[in-house]
């Protein structure tokens, strides 16, 4: 175990952002002194989470439009992110031994420390697994607002049923407790506290600060009264603490090191019944966090409809889960094509349903596999946004500075890194990827589709942008 704590820590980085306590990582030795000592633990004092809403805004190519997307996302101080990597080291061993004994290991994929494996080996296996079948029917969706809804009752119970224990010990209770009655606070509250104007520049800035504020500062920022100014809210008027705590029984925060495990452990006997269902009729399940896939073999309608029953029976008996319908899609596969089946659990079926199973990313149309459309508008749109913001003109060449540019965008990066004289260092982009993805799906699929002409439009958009 000793060995397991020593590459842990070795392993264990530091993440470049100012928050209200100083710099550090488990590599400093007082840091892991402090946080492998439980009685330290017990009477830790956790600072509250920044918050702050993550673009995902995405160019859906059905509609042709842009499609808003916005994510709340937290991250603890430096100590306390160390105090969650740590916990969630020796949880996720628990957990581990725990599905390898209930034969599950292979069902939920996502933030797992024993695969040493990426989202494109778990969909190549899906993926191979339906193109084995004569014919066969494909459950795909994922649980509305997961992390948000996860009941702290029986969030508990699986964590003191996984540690083997009726009550949780102090030190687990403090980190329990801390997660699931977290206090939060948001990046433009501290940026108007601080006399800035929050902007992804200005947001740089702050992070150069070894630390946000010293103690006299923070209490006084606790006692703060702000406007609320989010675009989602209806009450522009409305007015908010500084500090707001999560006084409801469900939720724990999206981005903290521990957070991924515990809506795994949260998991455990969902997974366990439904691939134990599964298996009864030689079929698949897969869950990558919030999204999963089912694979029933060859049956008739009216059988598939009362094993799609049995699903939602299992996924109602669990606490606050819920199947987000909007996304939820049934395929029937049959003669090396994908039969949109939607229909069969809605009355009110999808205008232009698609003729191809999504899932991590990549696309199956029944012979095929490429990169799912919308991965790919993710990347183009990026990509011009990225020539349009990098549109610094030179007072002589009058060009747009392309060197950011490639390196993040085009195959170019991947020939510097082949080049570098530290192999260890690389800064891989999509394309990397892609060409990973294409070695291990193999030539014959259509992996790169996509992107063969990558250099094309990146060409295009710096002459379009150029001119104007």
């Known amino acids: 175990m000793d060995m397991e704590f020593d590459a842990f820590r070795k392993e264990s980085t530091g993440k470049a952002y100012a928050h209200f306590g100083t710099r550090c990582t488990l590599k400093d030795d007082w840091v892991w002194k402090y946080v492998t000592v439980p009685q330290n633990i017990e009477t830790h004092k956790f600072f509250p989470f920044i918050s702050f809403e993550k673009d995902y805004t995405k160019y859906n190519s059905r509609d042709k439009k842009l499609k808003v997307k916005n994510r709340l ?14 916990y969630s080291f020796l949880l996720n061993n628990y957990y581990n031994k725990r599905v390898e004994n209930n034969g599950i290991d292979k069902v939920a994929v996502a ?24 014919s066969c029917y494909v459950i795909v969706g994922d649980f509305k607002s997961f992390f948000d809804s996860l009941d702290h009752r029986y969030l508990k119970q699986r964590l003191c049923d996984l540690l083997g224990v009726d009550r949780l010990s102090e030190d687990w209770y403090a980190v329990y407790k801390s997660i699931t009655k977290y206090a939060e606070c948001r ?18 800035d702050i992070n150069k600060c070894f630390k946000l504020m010293g103690t006299k500062q923070f209490h006084k920022f606790k006692k703060q009264i702000f406007r609320n100014l989010r675009e989602s809210d209806d009450d522009k008027t409305a007015f908010h603490s500084a500090i707001e705590k999560n006084k409801k029984s469900y939720g724990i925060p999206q981005g903290s090191s521990i957070s991924a495990v515990l809506a795994n452990v949260y998991m455990l006997d969902f997974d366990k019944n439904i691939y134990n269902y599964i298996q009864s009729y030689d079929g698949f399940y897969m869950r990558y966090c919030d999204d999963f896939i089912i694979v029933f073999p060859s049956s008739n309608k009216e059988e ?4 799609y029953k049995k699903i939602r ?9 819920k199947l987000e319908k909007q996304k939820t899609q049934i395929y029937e596969y049959r003669n090396q094509s994908i039969i949109n089946r939607f229909s069969y659990i809605s009355d009110s079926p999808e205008e232009r349903p698609k003729q191809r199973i999504d899932y991590l990313g990549f696309s199956f149309d029944g012979q095929k596999v490429t990169v799912r459309d919308k991965t790919l508008s993710k990347y183009y749109y990026r990509m011009y946004r990225k020539v349009k913001s ?9 060009r747009v500075q392309t060197k950011g540019l490639y390196q993040l965008y085009s195959a170019h990066a991947n020939w ?35 992107t063969s002409r990558h250099m094309v439009k990146i060409k295009r958009a710096i002459a379009k942008w150029g001119k104007t």
């Open 416 to 450: 510097s890194d082949s080049q570098s004289q530290n192999p260890k260092k690389k800064n891989g982009n999509f394309l990397t990827y892609v060409q990973r993805a294409e070695k291990e799906f193999g030539k014959d699929e259509l992996i790169d589709r996509g």
């Open 187 to 204: 990046i433009e509250d501290i940026a108007y506290f601080l006399g800035k104007k929050y902007s992804p520049q200005e947001y740089k």
């Open 73 to 86: 996302l937290c991250y603890a101080t430096h100590l306390d992110r160390c105090i969650y990597q740590y």
């Open 111 to 134: 933030y797992r420390t024993d695969l040493h494996k990426s989202n494109i080996h778990f969909a190549k296996e899906v993926f191979d697994f339906i193109k084995n079948q004569g």
């Open 313 to 321: 029976e299992f996924i109602d008996n669990i606490p606050r889960l």
């Open 304 to 307: 598939f409809l009362s094993k």
């Open 390 to 398: 990098a549109k610094y003109w030179s007072l002589r060449k009058k």
